[in-house]
């Protein structure tokens, strides 16, 4: 039997990063506390015991209607040679990444992104890992990405990672300026909301699989959702 394979680094979600988002959030950036928008990448971390590998189960704490999809690409970080990590920052993502994977951010819906979003999108079993990992190389330019995410059987999400607010290798770039990342951390792309200016909701007993078209070996990211289990 194969082993799963988990992140063996530290797991990065970037917040704000489509371009439809940033417009729906506009006026709540200006309020307090910050009063403007971000000037750097907004990150957070998927801990470990959110590692949910595919074909696994979610369970949803009893008090919880819906989890919040959030399908997005992991940017999985290699090995650097020291004479590329002494430039001042990264210019070609094939030096940096390895691979690209599925992922799938769940959360509890909420609003507010100025506190550490951890009791929403930390559960356990709340970051579906895809199994099927694609070099950078045979992956190609990260802004031609499409992930569809169906929810039983039915299209809920088409998204289009040409509408980044910054691209993979500007977020490297950008994320560079302020910390180091190391071998097997892995970088999210982020999570668009779409034209319905929100990303789909699923519940207990429904299923949800995410797909790349266009890197079809990534295959399929699939969970399911029951209701927790003491």
Known sequence: MTTPWLPQGTVYGTLLN????????????????Y?????????????????????????????V?????????GM??????????????PVNIADWVSSFVLMNDMSIPHTSFFRPPV????????????????????????????????????????????DLHRNALTLLQDVNEFMTLQAGDVLMLGC???KAGGRPLAKVGDRIDISAPGLPALGTLSHTLAAETL
């Open 18 to 33: 489509f371009n439809a988002e940033r417009v729906q959030m506009a006026a709540q950036m200006t309020k307090l506390p």
């Open 35 to 63: 009063k403007a928008p971000p000037q750097a990448p907004v990150l957070f971390i998927k801990t470990a015991n959110t590692f949910n590998p595919d074909g696994g189960v979610v369970q949803v704490p009893e008090n």
């Open 65 to 73: 209607q819906k989890i919040e999809i959030g399908a997005t690409f």
């Open 76 to 89: 999985v970080i290699r090995a650097l040679d020291q004479s590329i990590r002494a430039r001042a920052a």
């Open 119 to 162: 009791k929403f999108k930390c559960l356990d079993g709340f970051l579906g890992v895809g199994q099927q990992l694609v070099s950078t190389d045979v992956a190609g330019d990260p802004a031609q990405f499409k992930i569809e995410v169906r929810i039983n059987g039915d299209i809920k999400q088409t998204i289009d990672f040409a």
């Open 192 to 194: 668009d909301i779409g």
